[in-house]
């Protein structure tokens, strides 16, 4: 399954691109994971540089008013997805503002880290970490623990 | 109010250091919060210490069982606290195998940033940038959009 996380402009806080960094290397090998950057801007502009970029992929966004999931549910729902041959899915970070009303409708699930609103590039590194965390359980490797 | 951050451990992840040294050196001025490392180890043993540094404290565990609130919540209890001149508040982020029931029990709240599990490290950053984002909402500055 390839996996493509969209975000809204590279990461300008040190730290935030050194945990992309980290993460993505990480990746290699264990998941087809792309990171792709939109253009940045308001948040009406970057939603739709985002729902362009996902045509054809399963669309979650990520959004602090969506479904939390545990770690557990995720890998169980991605589990599932790979059960139904779903072959593309998209993660998609907003900018600052966070997504339009259009993107959330438009998307097949909104995902939450939490009802805490989070800097955007924040949230960016704690979605990889997560997509990180699905494969080492996916497949049976020493990171995560319950 | 004075306000206390434990860990287990320094951050060893790169980027987990210069997150925590960022909103650590952006705290200042705003805010009374002093970050404190408790030596590492089993989850018994860390809570324990956790619960040691913490003593005099309204104790806030963090942990993924507990309550998650948004940061407009986080700002109301934070002035309810300031309201009952609560004078002393800890934080507590566990090891990488999380918090025991008697540091859970023994706490007056156990606050979520989401039912995923996250690299306790990365814990840590997201903690303190939201402790950062309530300060900057207090104090009326440009950082939250909601």
């Given at each position: ?68 999931m545990s770690t557990r549910e995720l890998v169980n729902l991605w589990k ?53 965390r699905v494969h080492t359980l996916l ?5 995560h623990?319950?």
């Open positions: 399954m390839e996996v493509l996380v969209l975000a809204a402009d590279k990461p300008s806080l040190e730290y935030a691109a050194r945990g992309v960094e980290l993460y993505k290397k990480r990746l290699r090998g264990l998941s087809k994971t792309e990171l792709r950057y939109v253009r940045g801007g308001c948040s009406k502009e970057v939603s739709a540089r985002l729902l362009r970029a996902s045509e054809g992929y399963v669309r979650i966004a990520v959004d602090e008013r969506g479904k939390n599932e997805w790979q059960l139904n041959s779903v072959r593309r899915i998209a993660f998609m970070i907003g900018a600052a503002e966070g997504h339009s009303d259009e993107l959330r409708a438009a998307s097949d699930l909104v995902l939450s880290f939490g009802r805490h609103t989070m800097q955007h590039e924040l949230a960016l590194v704690v979605l990889l970490e997560q997509i990180y497949g049976g490797l020493p990171y623990r319950d």
